[in-house]
């Protein structure tokens, strides 16, 4: 857990290349810009945000309406 | 940040991995990670806490209709622990609701206020104090409106809210439409704080659902309404949130809405229910943390302007580390790892673990649950109020926090945990993480209920803190801490000047025993409850306090040393201790 541990430096590389292979996926983008964030690059974490609320934005659009 | 999903991604690409759905379509919390281990307390001394509600003479019964047809059943049950009469003691005060059958017949539900007798005992003054019927009300928080030294009630309701000013001779009186904070809509959670420091209390109201008596969504009629393929009452989700109030306070007895203006009315219409004002990055100036069932956390960073910006993603403590909302109800707050920074635990649904955000500074959060050892020992349960509480007074924040489902039709399905549900007591071991100790702590933990509210204080003042717990259904639970023979402890009771009378928001660090502790002063928090606005802490062998810093919400900082330890001090703006009878008000004399 490398964030866990704070390598966050760790835990970005392998967020980006996961966030290559699977670039839908809204909860890597959210680890992402919290990794962008403890390594002081608030650009870079600003874009994931931006990519992550929209992947949000787009799964409450089309997944059925939830219980709790 | 669990490696399954990230490992699982970067080994097969485009694999289904992370969160999953159920049959009605909620984000599943994906499982555990395989590292996660449940730590059982082991060679740590574990405090008994006992059941004394009917030793002490507390007979108050929540009404509560069986079957919860609707959410507006399922919520309630606020406990407020405050020294309304000033004399040193805490009393309690429980909050009632009405089942929706006997509010449409207009029928209302008595809350109870009880008064502490000094020998163990509580007297029941609901009457006389003027407090019984406010509303369909669920819960409130403690504060001093008026600065006027007499600690006053807000309660919050369905319908519409009441301030209760206290009189100052042992009566209350509703100040609801002088002051205009009444909201009117379904509120939840409430917090006073001083967020533009000009001396007076504000208030934070969360509102949940927008619910309405002549419209009912009906029991099991959508797929919003049905939970494991069994018909439930519906909501939260598939009904609209109803937004969130912060009124200011005008120094006059009355108070102004500029929920807009500050950027903190919930536009987006997520769920509110605790919430809680608090000091999160030593700026001087409260911030806003506000627990959104099934929706993100807000977290309102003060710009001191009186405005506030809502950095819950940005500071991580908005969602889970997996970035799915969870469904949030209580908070607590404490400083348990030693670092000066208040950090946030909330509590969760079933399958979701309890979430523990680690203030690492500069408004940065790090989700460490699991790490922790808080995730596991309440990943069953659903959970409400909460708190940091120091149980065994070694100096080191504990965890309390309790459960109760909210669908009835669940007690017979045992992969949901059940209806009624235990206690969660999770022991601080002094290296961030916690173990568990629930079946250490008295048989009275383990006593399945259907829980709400939990506030904690001191309520015998006997050093050690104890715990009240509101039900649902039927009976509250009064835990006496038994402590650990041999452990120290100081409570200080703080009181304004140019600050708040209250002292709410105050913030105290206190060396002893070669470690720091830093507490605040909060009000509201746990989930639709307030503790013991006292601030207590645990000395382990420590016999004397070395320093203590206090930092006013004014900016005026008072520093104290050497005292000894196991006394109760009280503390005033500028003067530093001070006799007891200097903090308390004259009998029956009250402002505005």
């Known amino acids: 857990m490398p964030l866990n541990d704070g390598d966050a430096k760790g835990a970005m590389l392998h967020l980006e290349l996961a966030a290559k292979n699977a670039p839908n996926k809204d909860y890597i983008h959210y680890q992402l810009q919290q990794a962008y964030r403890k390594t002081s690059r608030p650009l870079d974490a600003e874009r994931e945000l931006t990519i992550y609320k929209q992947l949000k934005e787009r799964g409450n659009l089309t997944s059925e309406p939830t219980q709790r | ?592």
Not at chain 2, 477 to 486: A, D, F, K, Q, Y
Request: proline share 5%; glycine share 12%; hydrophobic share 35%.
């Open chain 2, 1 to 592: 940040m669990k490696l399954r999903p990230l490992f699982t991604l970067l080994l097969i690409p485009l694999s289904a991995a992370g969160p999953t759905f159920s049959q009605e379509g909620h984000p599943a919390a994906p499982p555990p990670p395989k590292s996660a281990k449940e730590i059982v307390c082991k060679h740590h001394p574990v405090p008994k806490l006992e059941d004394v509600t009917a030793k002490m003479g507390i007979h108050f019964r929540h009404t509560a209709d069986p079957a919860k047809k609707y959410i507006l059943e399922s919520m309630s049950g606020g406990v407020l622990l405050l020294d309304y009469d000033r004399d040193g003691w805490l009393d309690i005060y429980f909050t009632n609701s009405p089942s929706v059958e006997m509010a449409l017949k207009g029928q209302k539900s008595r809350g109870a206020l009880y008064h502490n007798n000094h020998d163990g005992t509580f007297t029941d003054v609901t009457d006389k104090a003027g407090v019984a019927t406010p509303c369909f009300a669920m819960g409130g928080a403690v504060a001093d409106y008026n600065n006027d030294g007499w600690p006053d009630i807000y309660v919050t309701c369905f319908g519409g809210n009441v301030l209760y000013r206290n009189n100052g001779d042992g009566t209350f009186a509703d100040a609801t439409t002088k002051a205009r904070v009444s909201d009117g809509r379904w509120s939840t959670g409430a917090a006073f704080g001083d967020y533009d420091g000009d001396g007076f209390v504000d208030l934070m109201v969360t509102n949940y659902v927008d619910f309405h008596l002549n419209d009912l969504p009906q029991f099991g009629s959508a797929p919003t309404c049905k939970y494991r393929g069994v018909d439930v009452q519906c909501g939260p989700r598939g009904l609209k949130g109803a937004g969130d109030s912060l009124f200011h306070n005008n120094r006059d007895g009355t108070f102004t809405d500029v929920s807009k203006s500050a950027g903190v009315d919930d536009a987006r219409g997520f769920y509110g229910l605790g919430v809680v004002f608090a000091d999160f990055n030593n700026t001087g100036r409260p911030d806003i943390f506000i627990a959104d069932d099934s929706t993100p956390n807000y977290f309102y960073k003060n710009l001191g302007n009186g405005k506030f910006s809502d950095i819950g993603l940005e500071s991580g403590t908005a969602v889970n580390e997996d970035g799915s909302e969870q469904a949030n109800m209580g908070i607590a707050l404490g400083d348990y790892n030693h670092t000066g920074r208040p950090s946030i635990y909330v509590t969760e649904f079933t399958d979701e673990p309890d979430t523990l955000f680690r203030n690492d500074g500069d408004w940065s959060f790090e989700d460490v649950s699991y790490k922790a050892g808080v995730a596991l020992p309440s990943l069953k349960w659903v959970k409400w109020g909460d708190a940091f509480v120091d149980l065994d007074n070694d100096g080191w924040l504990d965890l309390f926090a309790v459960s109760g489902h909210v669908y009835p039709q669940m007690e017979t399905v045992a992969s949901a945990g059940g209806y009624v549900q235990p206690k969660i007591v999770e022991l601080n071991q002094g290296d961030g993480t916690f173990c568990d100790a629930l079946s250490q702590a008295g048989p009275a933990l383990s006593e399945k209920r259907v829980s709400r509210g939990v506030a904690v204080g001191d309520l015998f003042n006997d050093g050690n803190m104890d715990v009240v717990v509101e039900d649902l259904d039927g009976s509250p639970m009064v835990l006496r801490n038994h402590g650990i023979p041999g452990r120290h402890w100081v409570s200080f009771d703080l009181a304004g000047t140019k600050s708040n009378r209250a002292a709410i928001g105050a913030l105290i660090k206190l060396s002893a025993g070669g470690i720091t502790q830093t507490d605040e002063v909060h009000s509201g928090g746990s989930y639709l409850s307030q503790n013991d606005l006292r601030i207590h802490f645990g000395l382990g062998s420590a016999t004397k306090i070395d320093a203590i810093e206090i930092r006013w919400p004014s900016g005026a900082i008072d520093r104290v040393s050497n005292l000894v330890a196991d006394k109760f001090y009280s503390v005033l703006e500028g003067k530093g201790i001070v006799p007891s009878d200097q903090v308390r008000p004259a009998f029956g004399k009250h402002g505005f």
